[in-house]
């Protein structure tokens, strides 16, 4: 289950006019006013065939892929980790919370370089980077679990790198209704990346005989997904100067900015534009949205295959792991549900909001309140019925996954169209920071104490263990409700938000306005 935009949002194609006046890959710091020619220069992503541009996406997909699988290695042999470690259920948590706080930290880094920096270089650093830790922390013994934290969290900074900069590569090399579908495709992989590193993690385990093997298989997808991002993947904003007689669109654009009147923001620094962001209250509320989302997914990510696995113990199921390898199938079963369920999501949510956007602008945040308020009662349902029945346990995590992962269509969409292109890279990481501090950076780890706390109050060990565990879920199903009351609020003012955002980079010269940094001058420009 995984948080930070699919197929179907129709709030794209207001973006898309918005965005055809940016160049591709070229996207200055700030906001400027372009001129007509300049608009109409923009119009073409540089001299990239449409060929070599799907093909772009198709090895940024499959990186995705990759770097989720690398989120889930770890939950989804949870079980045999904390016998190997011998950790408790606290530490167990911190486990995913050294990854989040460390990626978290080192998305606005990347998302500075990303705005300013070529961007095939920074990602193939994070690839290398994240891959070579995961081989290396296959070969930690049980007497040095620090180090084994330690890798956890450069994991996290590698994959930072990734998540931040991937999405801006694909808006710069498509336009309209062709960016939307292949940002559909992108963020699609990120529940079936997530269910996979359970599949993965769970069966190489079995197979080998040991979890060690399950963190030596993703190194190796590495070095492929690197050599294909170096060989197939272009750089939007070479290519575009390229295009244009080796006359970059930044510098076209900075030729526009001379014009007498019209106010270049080039060099607006980053505490300038996250004031600017600070202002978007669209972007605040679905960055709180996006928060909720990301604390229940953390949470319930790390933590189900295991709550299953001792609620089959209760149900004497199975018998207690004693000693690693665990033979459980909750990884494998969690993982499937959360790949089919993430297919379904995803495209229900995009067609869904494709067809009510046309009678209702503020449809993409309302169906986000529907899905964070639906997937509520079907979390709290799975959990208290563990002790019934697992099969209805399923079902309901099923549905839960289900709602949540309609948001995934939507919520990215939402910030690109309400936030300029010059400042997308920005908005990304620092929504990225937020949701994982505020998000998934705490939840499983305050999972575990609260696991840990209510354990001690127990006489039956796995009865005790299991219940521990089951009550301190409780807390996810309110933040779910919390959650779905900030995309409400977003709602109320995504529409304004999203015609400023539009104002703001067309310039709108021929009615008597100005672009600036905190928004529209009622100022006519001088000619």
Not at 120 to 131: M, N, P
Not at 156 to 171: K, L, N, R, W
Not at 232 to 238: A, G, H, I, Y
Not at 429 to 453: E, K, M, N
Request: hydrophobic content about 45%; aromatic content about 12%; proline content about 4%.
């Amino acid at each position: 289950m995984q948080n930070s935009v699919p197929e179907g949002s129709s709030g794209m194609n207001e973006f898309i006019d918005l965005q055809s006046q940016q160049p591709p890959g070229s996207q200055n710091y700030g906001a400027i006013a372009p001129t007509t020619n300049t608009a109409q220069f923009l119009q073409t992503p540089g001299n990239i065939s449409a060929k070599r541009s799907y093909l772009a996406v198709g090895v940024l997909c499959y990186i995705n892929l990759l770097n989720y699988m690398d989120w889930f290695i770890v939950p989804g042999v949870l079980v045999d980790i904390t016998k190997y470690f011998n950790i408790s259920d606290s530490s167990a948590g911190l486990l995913q919370t050294v990854f989040i706080f460390c990626f978290l930290l080192s998305a606005p880094f990347f998302g500075y370089l990303g705005d300013r920096y070529n961007r095939k270089v920074i990602l193939s650093a994070g690839i290398f980077l994240w891959s070579g830790v995961t081989l290396g922390s296959s070969f930690i013994t049980e007497s040095y679990s620090w180090i084994f934290f330690l890798s956890r969290g450069f994991v996290g900074i590698g994959t930072a790198s990734y998540s931040t900069i991937a999405p801006t590569i694909i808006a710069d090399l498509f336009e309209k209704d062709q960016r939307t579908c292949m940002l559909s495709v992108f963020y699609i992989f990120i529940p079936v990346g997530s269910g996979l590193g359970y599949v993965l993690a769970s069966s190489v385990t079995q197979a080998a005989g040991h979890w060690h093997w399950a963190f030596r298989i993703t190194p190796c997808i590495g070095v492929i997904a690197v050599a294909l991002l170096i060989l197939l993947v272009p750089d939007p904003t070479q290519d575009a100067a390229e295009g244009h007689g080796g006359e970059s669109i930044t510098s076209t654009t900075q030729g526009a900015d001379k014009k007498p009147g019209a106010q270049s923001t080039d060099s607006s620094t980053w505490c300038e534009d996250v004031k600017s962001l600070s202002k978007n209250r669209s972007f605040i509320w679905s960055s709180l949205g996006v928060t909720a989302m990301a604390f229940v997914t953390g949470a319930l990510g790390l933590w189900v295959p295991l709550f299953l696995d001792r609620a089959q113990v209760v149900h004497d199921l199975v018998p207690p792991c004693l000693q690693e390898p665990c033979k459980s199938p909750n990884s494998l079963i969690f993982g499937g549900i959360t790949i089919v369920t993430g297919i379904v999501g995803v495209i229900t949510g995009a067609g869904v909001a494709r067809r009510y956007k046309k009678i209702n602008a503020k449809a993409d945040p309302l169906i986000c309140a529907v899905g964070m308020l639906s997937s509520a009662p079907c979390l709290y349902l799975s959990i208290m019925l563990a002790a019934r029945s697992i099969l209805a346990t399923y079902i309901f995590i099923a549905l839960g996954e289900f709602f949540l992962a309609l948001n995934w269509a939507i919520v990215a969409d939402i910030l690109l169209y309400v936030v300029v292109p010059k400042r997308q890279s920005t908005a990304i990481a620092l929504q990225i920071f937020v949701s994982h501090l505020l998000g998934d950076a705490g939840s499983p780890y305050l999972t575990g104490v609260i696991s840990d706390a209510l354990q001690t109050r127990q006489t039956d060990s796995h009865l005790g263990a299991f219940r521990s565990l089951q009550y301190s879920f409780i807390l996810c199903v309110f933040i779910g409700v919390l959650g779905g009351g900030f995309f409400l609020l977003t709602a109320l003012h995504v529409e304004e938000d999203r015609t400023e955002a539009q104002q703001l980079c067309r310039g709108i010269e021929n009615k008597g306005y100005i672009s600036t940094e905190d928004g529209l001058q009622d100022e006519p420009l001088k000619a």
